[in-house]
C-alpha cells in the first residue's frame, strides 16, 4: 500500500522528512505540502498567517484530491493539524477512489466538516485538549461513526513535531512505534 503524508502549517521540514526515513525504511512515500509554493517554517504564527493566506484548508483539500486523482494503488493518507483536516475531506463519497485509509494527528479543523460521514477507515488521534473548541463534543460525535477510531493522546496539540510549541518525546515516540505498525501490516 501506498502513503501520502499531509503536512502540518510548517510544511515539509527537514524534521519531517528526517522522521519519516525511519517510519518508511523502503521507500519515502510522497509528502504534501501544507503551502501550494512548498515553503517551510520554523515560526509557528508565520506558518499559519502563510496557511490561511494561501487558502487554508479549502485549498490544502483541492490540492490534494487533485494529488490523487490519477493514483492507481490503494493510499492510505497521513495528515497532521491541516493536513489532518485535507485528509479527513478525503474519507466521503465523492473521494478519489484510490483512498481506503486515513489517519489523522490532532485535526482540529475537521470540527468544520462534522458532516462528513467517512467511508473508509479513519483514525483520529486528538491532542490532550483543544484550546479553540469543545474536543469532547467533537470525539462524542465521531464516535458515532462505525468507519472512525477516535481517542485522545496526553499531550499537546502539535505532539508529533519537534518545531511546534506543543511538541512531546514520550507521546511521540508512542504514536512513532503504533505508526510504524500500521505501515508494516
Same mark, same amino acid.
Given at each position: 500500500?501506498?502513503?501520502?503524508?499531509?503536512?502540518?502549517?510548517?510544511?515539509?521540514?527537514? +524534521? &519531517?522528512?528526517?522522521? @519519516?526515513?525511519?517510519?518508511? !525504511?523502503?521507500?519515502?512515500? =510522497?509528502?504534501? /505540502? *501544507?503551502?501550494?509554493?512548498?515553503?517551510?517554517?520554523?515560526?509557528?504564527?508565520?506558518?499559519?498567517?502563510?496557511?490561511?493566506?494561501?487558502?487554508?484548508?479549502?485549498?490544502?483539500?483541492? +490540492? &490534494?484530491?487533485?494529488? @490523487?486523482?490519477?493514483?492507481? !494503488?490503494?493510499?492510505?493518507? =497521513?495528515?497532521? /493539524? *491541516?493536513?489532518?483536516?485535507?485528509?479527513?475531506?478525503?474519507?466521503?463519497?465523492?473521494?478519489?477512489?484510490?483512498?481506503?485509509?486515513?489517519?489523522?494527528?490532532?485535526?482540529?479543523?475537521? +470540527?468544520?466538516?462534522?458532516?462528513?460521514?467517512?467511508?473508509?477507515?479513519?483514525?483520529?488521534?486528538?491532542?490532550?485538549?483543544?484550546?479553540?473548541?469543545?474536543?469532547?463534543?467533537?470525539?462524542?460525535?465521531?464516535?458515532?461513526?462505525?468507519?472512525?477510531?477516535?481517542r485522545s493522546q496526553t499531550a499537546p496539540h502539535g505532539f508529533m513535531n519537534p518545531l511546534s510549541g506543543g511538541y512531546d518525546a514520550v507521546a511521540a515516540q508512542q504514536e512513532s512505534?503504533?505508526?510504524?505498525?500500521?505501515?508494516?501490516?
Open positions: 500500500m501506498k502513503w501520502v503524508i499531509c503536512s502540518d502549517i510548517f510544511g515539509v521540514t527537514t +524534521r &519531517l522528512t528526517q522522521w @519519516l526515513s525511519g517510519l518508511f !525504511e523502503q521507500q519515502l512515500p =510522497l509528502v504534501m /505540502s *501544507a503551502h501550494p509554493d512548498n515553503a517551510t517554517f520554523c515560526d509557528e504564527t508565520l506558518a499559519y498567517q502563510a496557511f490561511v493566506q494561501q487558502g487554508g484548508v479549502e485549498r490544502y483539500v483541492a +490540492r &490534494l484530491r487533485d494529488a @490523487l486523482v490519477a493514483c492507481k !494503488e490503494p493510499v492510505t493518507l =497521513l495528515g497532521f /493539524s *491541516a493536513g489532518g483536516a485535507a485528509a479527513w475531506h478525503m474519507t466521503t463519497h465523492g473521494r478519489p477512489a484510490c483512498v481506503e485509509r486515513v489517519i489523522t494527528y490532532y485535526p482540529g479543523q475537521i +470540527r468544520h466538516a462534522l458532516d462528513i460521514c467517512p467511508q473508509v477507515p479513519c483514525d483520529v488521534v486528538f491532542a490532550h485538549r483543544e484550546r479553540h473548541f469543545d474536543q469532547q463534543a467533537v470525539i462524542g460525535h465521531l464516535a458515532r461513526y462505525p468507519q472512525v477510531n477516535v512505534e503504533w505508526l510504524v505498525e500500521m505501515i508494516q501490516r
